[in-house]
C-alpha cells in the first residue's frame, strides 16, 4: 500500500484498555493538531470515533515522518494512569529503525543529554540540555557491499527511556549510526540497490513496534512491520528475521 494510501484509510485501532486506544500511525501523518495542521491522528481518531476532538489527547507522540503505535487517552483517569507508569519507568516502548553509517559498538546505552539546535531541531548538548536515555541494539547489517549506497545499513532496536523531542533520531545521529530519510539529522536522502535502482527515501526509517502495559499479565501492543522498511532491508540483502530478532531483544538491564 502507498502512504497516500495509508493515509486515506480508517486509522488501525490495535487494542484498547480502560481509557487508552492504541493506534498504527501512517508516516506521514501529524501527530496532533497546530496552527498550521488540522488533519492529524488525533483529529482522525475523534472523528472516527464519534467524539470531540477535544476528549482525545496523545499520550505518546511520533514525528511525522515516523510509524508505528500510538497510545491515546480518552479520559483524565486513562491519563494519570499512563503518567503513573512513566514516572515508574514500567511504560516499556520498543522502535525498530534502519541506519547507516558504523559504529564500533553494537548494544548499550547512550545518556547524552538533548537540548535545543536551530529552528525546531535538536542536538547533543544543545540549548536549555535536559537528561535523555535510549537503549540500543545493532541487531544486523547488510550483507551486500561495493555498489550499494549507503555503503552499509543496519537494523536497530531502540527503547527509550525518556521521552525528550527527537530523541531517538539525535542520539543515532550524535553516535553514527544516522536514520535512512532523516536529512535534518545527516540520513541519507537516497538508496542505491546492488542493480542500480535509485529509491528515494521519502520518511524517516523509524517505526514504533510495540509498548507493553505492565499489567498482570504484561499486555503487549504491536504494529505490524511497515511494507516500505522491510523492502528497503531487503534491497540491501537483509535477513528477514532481524525485524522479529529486533522486536524481541532484550535491551538495559
Not at 8 to 14: C, D, F, S, V, Y
Not at 155 to 172: D, I, K, N
Amino acid at each position: 500500500m502507498s502512504e497516500r494510501a495509508a493515509l486515506a484509510r480508517a486509522l488501525p485501532i490495535l487494542a484498547e484498555y480502560n481509557g487508552l486506544v492504541f493506534v498504527d500511525k501512517p508516516a506521514g501523518l501529524q501527530t496532533e493538531p497546530d496552527a498550521r495542521t488540522k488533519d492529524t491522528l488525533v483529529s482522525r481518531l475523534a472523528s472516527q470515533l464519534g467524539l470531540p476532538a477535544a476528549s482525545v489527547h496523545a499520550l505518546s507522540r511520533l514525528d511525522t515522518g515516523v510509524s508505528g503505535v500510538v497510545t491515546l487517552g480518552l479520559s483524565t483517569d486513562a491519563r494519570r494512569m499512563v503518567q503513573g507508569w512513566r514516572e515508574q519507568g514500567r511504560f516499556e516502548r520498543r522502535y525498530l529503525a534502519l541506519a547507516g553509517g558504523q559504529s564500533s559498538v553494537l548494544s548499550g546505552a547512550w545518556r547524552d543529554s538533548i537540548g535545543r539546535a536551530a529552528g525546531s531541531l535538536r542536538a547533543v548538548s544543545g540549548r536549555n540540555a535536559q537528561a535523555a536515555h535510549t537503549d540500543f541494539a545493532v541487531v544486523a547489517s547488510s550483507a551486500i557491499s561495493g555498489r550499494v549506497t549507503p555503503r552499509q545499513v543496519h537494523v536497530l532496536a531502540l527503547a527509550p527511556r525518556t521521552g525528550r523531542t527527537h530523541q531517538l533520531r539525535v542520539h543515532c545521529s550524535a553516535h553514527g549510526l544516522p536514520l535512512l530519510g532523516d536529512r535534518a539529522y545527516g540520513g541519507a536522502a537516497r538508496a542505491t540497490s546492488e542493480q542500480g535502482a535509485v529509491r528515494g527515501l521519502d520518511r524517516i526509517a523509524l517505526h514504533a513496534a510495540w509498548v507493553e502495559l505492565p499489567l498482570s499479565p504484561p499486555l503487549c501492543v504491536a504494529a505490524p512491520d511497515p511494507t516500505w522498511l522491510t523492502s528497503v532491508w531487503r534491497d540491501f540483502g537483509g535477513d528477514a528475521t532481524a525485524f522479529v530478532r529486533a522486536r524481541e531483544v532484550r535491551l538495559g538491564p
